[in-house]
């Protein structure tokens, strides 16, 4: 079986870490890089930068910044945020990234993610996808950080996106994010139970025993954090470390 993942998130907006509630009341956590080299001392299997703001403002991820942390950083790191076009994954790939987060622009026109799979292998391309919980089996997909209601339904979305070349799933509960009241073990088997790709939980990790669950209940391939990890209440190998102790395969 395949190691799980604990992957730190570097929400980042106007160049800074920041962490907010329901994608809302964002509180500065610090510098991106800083953050970004202490995670992988502590563990961390990967790391994620999604410039959160880029696709509301519509600019485009700053490719300095990628660089400067791809450039230090020895662990996978995947970035997200304002690609609208494969030129814009090219960039980002050719900055240093591993991996290129999909969001807004796939819902806006799917096809970009096929162009990215063929270009440059769907082992590169993560399709992010922002679901809000509308009744007890109705998950919707967001774009624009969380802003705008799309027609898709999860399933369907996400069926759509891998059908097209995604090579990972990205899932953020949009009602979990920033509680730390646990994931969303039913929306995420909602999509493990069916996808060959691996899919990363996001949204609400706020103890150990919510790891536990994503993995043991809810079939993910890695969990996501990001305030859990900023303020210092666990670390990715103090996660890994419980893990290991109740039989989930972590690299240690």
């Known amino acids: 079986m395949l190691a799980k993942r604990i992957i730190p998130c570097l929400d980042v907006h106007e160049g800074r870490v920041v962490?907010?509630?329901?994608?809302?009341?964002?509180?500065?956590?610090?510098?991106?890089?800083?953050?970004?080299?202490?995670y992988e001392e502590l563990g961390a299997d990967e790391l994620v930068y999604l410039d959160i703001s880029a696709?509301?403002?519509?600019?485009?991820?700053?490719?300095?910044?990628?660089?400067r942390i791809a450039s230090?950083?020895?662990?996978?790191?995947?970035?997200?945020?304002?690609?609208?076009?494969?030129a814009d994954i090219r960039a980002?790939?050719?900055?240093?990234?591993?991996?290129?987060?999909?969001?807004t622009a796939a819902i806006l026109r799917p096809l970009l993610i096929e162009e990215g799979a063929a270009l440059f292998g769907r082992q590169c391309i993560v399709l992010a996808i922002d679901v809000q919980k509308e009744a007890?089996?109705?998950?919707?997909?967001?774009?624009?950080?969380?802003?705008?209601?799309t027609d898709w339904e999860v399933v369907l979305w996400c069926k759509e996106g891998i059908n097209r070349g995604a090579g990972e799933i990205?899932?953020?509960a949009i009602g979990q994010d920033g509680t730390r009241s646990g994931f969303d073990v039913q929306l995420i088997r909602?999509?493990?139970?069916?996808?060959?790709?691996?899919?990363?939980?996001?949204?609400?990790?706020?103890?150990?025993?919510?790891?536990?669950?994503?993995?043991?209940?809810?079939?993910?391939?890695?969990a996501l954090a990001a305030g859990l990890f900023h303020e210092g209440v666990l670390t990715p190998y103090e996660v890994k470390l419980y893990l290991h102790q109740y039989q989930i395969p972590v690299r240690l």
């Not at 962490?19 to 202490?38: A, N, T, Y």
């Not at 230090?72 to 494969?86: A, C, D, K, S």
């Open 19 to 38: 962490k907010g509630i329901h994608f809302q009341g964002l509180r500065e956590m610090g510098d991106p890089l800083s953050l970004g080299l202490r």
């Open 92 to 103: 980002l790939l050719e900055a240093g990234a591993d991996k290129v987060s999909l969001n």
């Open 170 to 172: 990205l899932l953020t």
């Open 55 to 67: 696709s509301v403002e519509g600019r485009k991820t700053f490719l300095t910044a990628v660089e």
């Open 190 to 222: 909602s999509i493990t139970s069916w996808a060959k790709v691996p899919v990363i939980a996001s949204g609400g990790a706020g103890a150990l025993h919510h790891f536990l669950e994503v993995f043991r209940e809810g079939g993910a391939d890695a």
């Open 72 to 86: 230090r950083l020895r662990i996978p790191f995947t970035v997200g945020g304002g690609v609208r076009e494969v």
């Open 136 to 149: 007890p089996a109705l998950y919707r997909v967001y774009s624009h950080g969380g802003r705008i209601a």
